[in-house]
């Protein structure tokens, strides 16, 4: 069977858009869809920060715009996920799930990243009813009321302030005594009146009747000092880190400590001719869908004309 020319690794904004971009150019791209259709967006409610919907749009709505934009244009989805790759040498095989392997000449990865989760079995009982990893999609549900923010990186800084804007107050739960963040952001929470700090304080269960109405917190968990008490909160916002879908790959593609992989300049190829990598596996800093389905745009053209040199 013939390489594919150009196979897409993933399907949310990035993988899409790169599929629509991929198709339109005649490279008559494969979409590897994964286990998860649509990517992390599908894992929030309503969308009002993408360009083009002025009245916000359901999550799982515009990624099947974008889905069915790209099969217009003639992409080939298919609902399966990947199980190993060899990048050694082109054409490049990819091993499915269902036990095939295909060969491509080119290949954009937009496996995306993963949100942490602290791993209670409350965060699934609320994922979606007030549980958020995302700030910035769901943070506007939580308009003048009270919220958590658990983390105490930049991420949980900026969530922290961002959330303040919104809601009448916010906690940031952070486990340390310390904040992790840079000094300016841990500045910025700091003096924020709206923000209230505790340290060395784990969250370890919520309850609620149909959504989160209040937290069980931790102070000096584990220690003869340990004080375990109930916080009222409406949302619990976890931003402890995410882990970028790059296992894989990383026999051949380089990639950063944190996993996510290195791009040349402010395109997408990777350390390996003809293997590109768009959206969140290669972004540690915007994770947004726009850039995100931005950077699959230039994945698909890139690869367009890594193919013209062959
Ligand atoms: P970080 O890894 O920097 O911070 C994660 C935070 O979550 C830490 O405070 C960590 O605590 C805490 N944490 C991890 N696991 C748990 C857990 N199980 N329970 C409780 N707390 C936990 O991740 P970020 O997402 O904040 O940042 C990632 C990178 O992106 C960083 O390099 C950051 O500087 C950068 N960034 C920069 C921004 C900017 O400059 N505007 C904005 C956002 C991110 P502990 O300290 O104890 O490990």
């Not at 494969?30 to 359901?58: A, H, K, M, R, S």
């Not at 199980?83 to 392997?101: E, N, R």
């Not at 919104?166 to 009146?193: C, D, G, H, T, W």
Request: overall charge negative; proline content about 5%; aromatic content about 8%.
């Amino acid at each position: 069977m013939n390489p594919i020319k150009c196979l897409i690794i993933g399907s949310g904004p990035a993988g899409y858009t790169a599929a629509i971009y991929a198709s339109r150019a005649g490279l008559a791209p494969v979409v590897l869809e994964g286990l998860q259709p649509g990517g992390q967006l599908t894992t929030t409610t309503e969308v009002e920060n993408f360009p083009g919907y002025p009245e916000g749009i359901d999550a799982r709505d515009m990624m099947d715009d974008i889905r069915r934009q790209a099969e217009r244009f003639g992409a080939d989805i298919r609902p399966v996920a990947v199980t190993a790759v060899d990048f050694s040498a082109s054409p490049y095989a990819v091993t499915l799930d269902d036990g095939s392997t295909l060969t491509a000449l080119s290949v954009i990865i937009a496996t995306g990243a993963s949100a942490k989760y602290l791993g209670l079995p409350a965060e699934e009982t609320y994922r979606g009813t007030g549980v958020s990893a995302c700030a910035t999609c769901d943070g506007f549900f939580y308009r003048k009321k009270t919220v958590a923010v658990v983390g105490g990186g930049d991420t949980a800084c900026e969530e922290a302030s961002y959330l303040a804007g919104l809601a009448a107050k916010v906690y940031l739960i952070v486990r340390k005594p310390f904040l992790r963040a840079s000094k300016a952001m841990q500045e910025r929470v700091l003096s924020n009146p709206k923000i209230e700090v505790r340290f060395e304080t784990n969250v370890t269960d919520l309850q609620g009747d149909g959504g989160v109405e209040s937290a069980t917190i931790v102070f000096k968990q584990g220690t003869p000092e340990e004080q375990v008490s109930t916080l009222p909160i409406d949302g619990l916002f976890l931003a402890i880190g995410h882990t970028p879908n790059s296992l894989l790959f990383r026999p051949w593609i380089k990639t950063d400590e944190a996993g996510y992989i290195i791009t040349e300049g402010s395109g997408t190829t990777t350390n390996v001719p003809g293997i590109f990598a768009a959206g969140d596996v290669a972004d540690p800093f915007f994770k947004q869908a726009i850039t995100a389905a931005a950077s699959g745009c230039k994945a698909a053209i890139q690869a367009e004309k890594y193919l013209m040199t062959l």
